[in-house]
T-cell receptor, first 112, second 115 residues
Framework: GENVEQHPSTLSVQEGDSAVIKCTYSDSASNYFPWYKQELGKRPQLIIDIRSNVGEKKDQRIAVTLNKTAKHFSLHITETQPEDSAVYFCAASLANAGKSTFGDGTTLTVKP | GAVVSQHPSWVICKSGTSVKIECRSLDFQATTMFWYRQFPKQSLMLMATSNEGSKATYEQGVEKDKFLINHASLTLSTLTVTSAHPEDSSFYIC???????????FGSGTRLTVV
């Protein structure tokens, strides 16, 4: 089955700096890669996603890049703010099967 | 947008009892529902996939007789934890493919504590 590895497990940055989280996947058939933000005790919230026919996608301070050849994708957050502090999960999905395999998560702390 | 309503949001039960968790798709039909379990400070682990009108598919290592899943209609899927034990204490969350292609909608999650 699919295996998703996520790094780093924890990340601490100063407010205003950029944060980068990286994920690799094993199944070349995966074609949908969402990123979720989860605050303590709450459901994961989709913040951005990318499909395999696109190499990069940006939404304000958040961007995701995908390298299909290397089977890795990354989340970039610029101008970080304290409210960005949360656990971030990447996932890889097979569109036909529908289910997602999640990375282990990255705890991001943005220091004021 | 697509909404999945999950109840209860938290439950405390005694060891040996059963607990039912419900997930309802409010404004779309969910022919498929994914059930995840999340232990503290860990990732979401897929337990099973339920499909309306057919038997659920369980992931390796998940006891189907302990975690009963029923998907009786296009808007309701239930997970029953039978004979619960303290090690079943976890955050259970459902997710359904939403109307947007490739998108998924999560329920709000259920915090189960077995004492």
């Amino acid at each position: 089955g699919e295996n998703v590895e996520q790094h780093p497990s924890t990340l601490s940055v100063q407010e205003g700096d950029s944060a980068v989280i990286k994920c690799t996947y094993s199944d070349s058939a995966s074609n949908y890669f969402p990123w979720y933000k989860q605050e303590l005790g709450k459901r994961p919230q989709l913040i951005i996603d990318i499909r395999s026919n696109v190499g990069e996608k940006k939404d304000q301070r958040i961007a995701v890049t995908l390298n299909k050849t290397a089977k890795h994708f990354s989340l970039h957050i610029t101008e970080t703010q304290p409210e960005d502090s949360a656990v971030y999960f990447c996932a890889a999905s097979l569109a036909n099967a529908g289910k997602s395999t999640f990375g282990d998560g990255t705890t991001l702390t943005v220091k004021p | 947008g697509a909404v999945v309503s999950q109840h209860p949001s938290w439950v405390i039960c005694k060891s040996g009892t059963s607990v039912k968790i419900e997930c309802r798709s409010l404004d779309f039909q969910a022919t498929t529902m994914f059930w995840y379990r999340q232990f503290p400070k860990q990732s979401l682990m897929l337990m099973a996939t339920s499909n309306e009108g057919s038997k659920a598919t369980y992931e390796q290592g998940v006891e189907k007789d302990k975690f009963l899943i029923n998907h009786a209609s296009l808007t309701l899927s239930t997970l029953t934890v039978t004979s619960a034990h303290p090690e079943d204490s976890s955050f259970y969350i459902c997710s359904a493919p939403s109307a947007v292609p490739y998108g998924y909608t999560f329920g709000s999650g259920t915090r189960l504590t077995v004492v």
